[in-house]
């Protein structure tokens, strides 16, 4: 089986538009150097620079290794093969069972990244707001 390879700048990608945040605003963030078109290009690239890439983590509030490793077809399989109503990974391949309980709720988590994004969109909305004003 050939190793998949992770397309880092179509993560971005994603990223950004979970988050709401459009190329223009992330140019803005990354500095005078940055335009839309940059962003664009950027995101074309399947391996971005290390420097730039931690920048835009940062910017994005996401650690590096997620830009770095998500795998779209990967998380889908995963939530595909996971979470249905008859989804059990408590028995094991001699037949033996396991307890497995989850220690935190996943719907939890989701709000919780949901309220996250969403702050980050208005932090952004923000500053977007003060630089139309200064001009």
């Avoid at 993560?11 to 940055?34: C, S, T, Y």
């Avoid at 008859?86 to 001699?94: K, W």
């Amino acid at each position: 089986m050939t190793e998949k390879k992770i397309h880092q700048g179509r993560n971005i990608k994603r990223f950004r538009e979970m988050l709401g945040i459009k190329q223009e605003a992330l140019a803005f963030e990354l500095g005078e150097d940055w335009s839309q078109k940059k962003i664009s290009i950027l995101e074309q690239k399947e391996l971005i620079e290390t420097d730039i890439l931690a920048q835009v983590a940062k910017i994005l509030k996401l650690p590096v290794e997620a830009i770095e490793n998500f795998d779209e077809d990967s998380a889908i399989n995963i939530i595909a093969n996971t979470f249905h109503d008859s989804a059990v990974a408590n028995t094991f391949t001699d037949g033996s069972q396991a307890n497995f309980n989850c220690t935190f709720n996943p719907l939890d988590k989701m709000v919780e990244l949901y309220e996250r994004m969403l702050l980050q969109q208005k932090e952004m909305i923000d500053k977007l707001e003060k630089l139309i004003q200064n001009k």
